[in-house]
């Protein structure tokens, strides 16, 4: 096995649209290791579903298009395989959960079904009994009451936290060595995010799967990842282990992300700093850093010139900033 289970080298995703070239993901990099948990944060439109996508190779083409870069997945440039080969990878070694379960699962099957044919297509060997009993074991490890009669059941049938364990089953169904999880709790209540959350960390240290975490929510990295990278407009401005991100932010989108949260430490009454501003447009960006017109500390320098991930603190924190904390 290679060193790093996932090499994305300057990854460059752009959409071609009418009002010009919308640079989504623009000279990315990063690794991941096996069974390592890496969070991507930023705010919505930072490059963090659209990183993922290129890496699934599940970008809409037309209008858009890896324009430039390298994936490399266990030894294996992902950019070189054909359609075949990509159908092989997708849901045996790498999978996804999307953002939206109900929109993700067919509502004219049962959730069993969906579960044993995503088995059948990856596993040449396996009988239509033992898929089906392999769909039962997955319902029973996400903690699916009742499994061997909810497996029958179609996907109205559940709530919102039920139908994302399905969407957790079905990815994990083939043991894949990286999990994809694109905002995985968006729109469910607290008592049931933290429940996916504990449930996706255990099965991820079961199996020893690596899991890429994009989400908005830093008090969910906290609890879940190993490694941050924040992102804003479509770049890669901070990378930390998630324990230096908190107590050590250098990049000052960063601190802004950070201080726009609630913390139980606050003092009551206290209020939160929102970041200033809107993100940049990505058709026509900033010439420089493009969080320069945002930034209360920009200067001359970084109107002008866009600052290249650089080692700052201790340790594997590197952050895109002239001017780091």
């Known amino acids: 096995m290679a060193a790093n289970l996932l090499e994305v080298n300057n990854l460059k995703t752009y959409f071609f649209t009418r009002g010009g070239v919308v640079k989504a993901v623009d000279d990315v990099s990063f690794t991941m290791k096996q069974g390592q948990t890496l969070g991507v944060v930023g705010e919505s439109g930072s490059g963090k579903s659209v990183t993922a996508l290129s890496v699934m190779r599940l970008i809409p083409t037309p209008p858009g298009k890896i324009a430039a870069g390298d994936i490399t997945f266990d030894g294996d440039n992902i950019l070189e395989k054909n359609q ?3 159908t092989e990878l997708r849901g045996s070694k790498i999978s996804m959960i999307f953002q939206d379960p109900m929109t993700s699962l067919n509502p004219v099957f049962t959730v069993g079904f969906q579960i044993a044919e995503t088995v059948k297509r990856h596993r040449k ?7 089906w009993k392999r769909a039962t074991e997955m319902l029973d490890l996400v903690r699916i009451p009742d499994a061997k009669r909810r497996i029958k059941s179609y996907p109205h049938e559940f709530s919102g936290g039920m139908r994302q364990r399905v969407m957790i089953a079905i990815a994990l169904a083939c043991n894949p060595q990286l999990l994809i999880a694109d905002e995985p709790t968006t729109a469910l209540d607290v008592t049931i995010q933290a429940q996916v959350l504990e449930l996706m960390k255990g099965l991820s240290h079961e199996f020893g ?5 994009i989400t908005h929510d830093l008090g969910v990295v906290a609890g879940t990842c190993q490694h941050v990278n924040v992102m804003y407009a479509g770049h890669i401005v901070e990378s930390a282990p998630v324990k230096q991100i ?3 932010p250098a990049h000052p989108y960063t601190i802004g992300l950070l201080e726009s949260i609630p913390r139980l430490d606050d003092k009551p009454g206290s209020k939160l700093t929102p970041i200033a501003g809107q993100p940049p447009d990505l058709v026509n960006p900033p010439q420089g850093c493009p ?11 970084c109107r002008q010139e ?3 991930l650089k080692p700052v603190g201790r340790g594997e924190q590197v952050a895109a900033c002239f001017y780091p904390s």
Do not use: K, N, W
Request: proline letters at 9%.
């Open 291 to 301: 969080y320069a017109p945002r930034c209360p500390r920009a200067q001359s320098r």
């Open 125 to 131: 060997d396996v009988t239509g009994d033992q898929a």
């Open 246 to 248: 908190f107590e050590s």
């Open 84 to 86: 075949e080969e990509l």
């Open 209 to 213: 799967t690596a899991v890429m975490l």
């Open 306 to 308: 866009r600052p290249e």
